[in-house]
């Protein structure tokens, strides 16, 4: 598997250095709407984009009336989503990798830190977040530790990667959780 991600990384690396990011053609630093469709669960547009040594993750993301969803089980309402992040220590996401999750529950919005170390998740609450609002986020590796922050807010949890810096590949948003996408939802994030 660790071939499988170094060799992912060498293409990654030497289709990076032949133009320009596919998701932001422009340069701009725009913001990339991800459309994850009714009964999908994976977003579009997604392109991989691998990261040799990464200290922090910024990202401004806004949700719109989109994000309010009910699932088929109510059971599974309480599941979070994956909302951006990076797989880590040279390794996939499901193994090692931290990320900002989401959720519509109780009538609010929430995001959560999501991290995977040796297979084992683990996930906390960061904040409520509102709709339609530019909301800032990050991903700071620190050592044995993510640092989470949305808008101000604060979460620390741990990081068991053995890479000094984060070594690995972008995650995009994704629906689920068990069940796919009941409607079709955008998420618009731009990267600082």
Known sequence: MKRNIRLLLFFGILSAGCGKN??????????????IAKGQQSASPS?????SSITEQRFVVRFDSSAIY??????????????YGF????????????????RWVGGKLELHGYVYNDSVRTTA??????????INCSIKVSGTQYQFSVNGAGLTMPRKAKTATGVGYRLYP???GTENAPQEIRILVKEL
């Open 22 to 35: 596919p998701l932001d053609p422009s340069g701009s630093g725009d913001f990339v709407t991800y459309v």
């Open 47 to 51: 392109a991989y984009k691998f990261y």
């Open 125 to 134: 609450l960061i904040t409520d977040v509102p709709l339609k609002t530019d």
């Open 70 to 83: 009910r699932t088929v089980d109510p059971g599974n309402q309480g599941d979070i989503n994956k909302l």
């Open 87 to 102: 797989a880590d220590d040279d390794k996939p996401h499901h193994v090692s990798s931290a990320r900002i999750g989401w």
């Open 174 to 176: 994704f629906f689920g």
